[in-house]
């Protein structure tokens, strides 16, 4: 499978660290967010990938130019303004497709660090399923979760169901995607309605996973790395 790295985001609540530089190439343990994320890829054996940028995305190329530092093989998709997940994914489509146009594809948030074993994913062939979300346990910035998962099946939470968090980690089919639009928007409600179908598939991931969502995040993790 081809994988997407979305890397558009103006990181706001990462400022002023992000006032000069992208958030995908603030630095943890001696290297940026985004080249942890494709050194585990290709150790996953997932070298095609796809980068989308916006917010002085021309640094975030200058930093990895073709991938070939990095075993990958990369192709940009570059946004005049953050087009949000979904808005990005519709755009490179065409990068993540090509002639397969029914290949699914992995998408993964280029501000989360994890040692999740990305050759494991599913591929779709969307007769079944149009989406895989890798859920983890409730960080606690973020007690209320996101979604419920039952043998294999991720939903909408309802009432005092126990809840886990998305990670950022999927898969995603193109049919996902069909009739929308191209323009800014978010992938999650493609995924809730998705998921009231019962086409949304999921795992638990119990290892490392942390998202670099404020400067304090950014630095407990490279006290972790390095210390």
Known sequence: ?????????????MLPMTMNTPKPLLQVGGHSLISHQLQRLAENDITDIVINHSWLGEQIEMALGDGS???VDIAW????EPL????????ALPL???DAVSASFISVNADIWTDYPYKKLPNLDGSNLLAWLVLVDNPHHHPEG??????????????SQQTLTFSGISVFHPSLFDGVAPGKQSVVPLMKQAMAEGRVGGEYFQGKWFDIGTPERLQALDEMLTG
């Open 69 to 71: 530092e990095h075993n």
């Open 77 to 80: 998709s570059r946004e005049e």
């Open 96 to 98: 993540l497709t090509g």
């Open 146 to 159: 996101d979604f419920v998962l039952n043998i294999n099946r991720v939903t909408e939470p309802e009432g």
């Open 84 to 91: 949000e997940t979904a808005g990005g994914i519709i755009q």
């Open 1 to 13: 499978m081809k994988a997407m790295v979305l890397a558009a985001g103006k990181g706001e609540r």
